[in-house]
């Protein structure tokens, strides 16, 4: 079977109960929601790609643009096949095409916490990632404090490596820990 290249397409993923796929400009309200939770952020970097624009027409623009054509991440709204509602963003980056690599992470708005969501989301993605396209390691970050986050992770088989310093865009370096698949 031929294997899709990584960035050939931005990704419409299905399972029965959630839609990972690309945002449109009437997502922009659900976005901002998001982009404006500090419970969200309180564990990522402080320079996700969202969070760089003002208005959120302007970040869905730019996501499928810029950020898309030049390769540096595919983000994808994640939401609830029932009614469409947004919960959250899915992200594939730092992609290593010479070393058919890609890292992955997930944000959900805080009313999605806890319901299987960002599991079932990463999930998918790696079937994706495994099943349709030329990857072969899947890595991914998280700070050592989110352990809910490093739950998801090892539900879906990853393996812890390590934690280190990273710059997330804090004043101090960050630890996290480091998770391969």
């Given at each position: 079977?031929?294997?899709?290249?990584?960035?050939?397409?931005?990704?419409?993923?299905?399972?029965?109960?959630?839609?990972?796929?690309?945002?449109?400009?009437?997502?922009?309200?659900?976005?901002?929601?998001?982009?404006?939770?500090?419970?969200?952020?309180?564990?990522?970097p402080?320079?996700?790609?969202?969070?760089?624009?003002?208005d959120?027409?302007?970040?869905?623009?730019?996501?499928?643009?810029?950020?898309?054509?030049?390769?540096?991440?595919?983000?994808?709204?994640?939401f609830?096949k029932?009614?469409?509602?947004?919960?959250?963003?899915a992200?594939?980056?730092?992609?290593?095409?010479?070393?058919?690599?890609?890292?992955?992470?997930?944000?959900?708005?805080?009313?999605?916490?806890?319901?299987?969501?960002?599991?079932?989301?990463?999930?998918l993605?790696?079937?994706?990632?495994?099943?349709?396209?030329?990857?072969?390691?899947?890595?991914?970050?998280?700070m050592?404090?989110?352990?809910?986050?490093?739950?998801?992770?090892?539900?879906?088989?990853f393996?812890?490596?390590?934690?280190?310093?990273?710059d997330?865009?804090?004043?101090?370096?960050?630890?996290?820990?480091?998770?391969?698949?």
């Open positions: 079977m031929q294997r899709k290249k990584l960035f050939s397409e931005v990704p419409h993923l299905e399972t029965a109960r959630l839609v990972l796929k690309r945002l449109e400009d009437e997502d922009a309200p659900s976005l901002d929601e998001l982009c404006h939770s500090e419970a969200v952020y309180r564990y990522l402080t320079y996700l790609f969202e969070q760089q624009f003002d959120a027409h302007e970040a869905i623009d730019q996501m499928y643009k810029g950020l898309f054509e030049s390769k540096e991440s595919i983000i994808m709204g994640v609830l029932e009614g469409m509602r947004f919960c959250g963003l992200e594939f980056y730092g992609f290593r095409d010479d070393a058919h690599k890609i890292s992955m992470g997930y944000r959900l708005l805080e009313r999605f916490w806890g319901q299987g969501i960002a599991s079932e989301a990463v999930s993605m790696i079937a994706y990632l495994y099943d349709e396209t030329d990857i072969e390691l899947i890595t991914a970050s998280t050592v404090e989110n352990r809910a986050s490093a739950k998801v992770l090892e539900k879906n088989d393996i812890y490596t390590t934690t280190a310093d990273e997330w865009g804090y004043d101090h370096p960050t630890l996290a820990d480091k998770w391969f698949r």
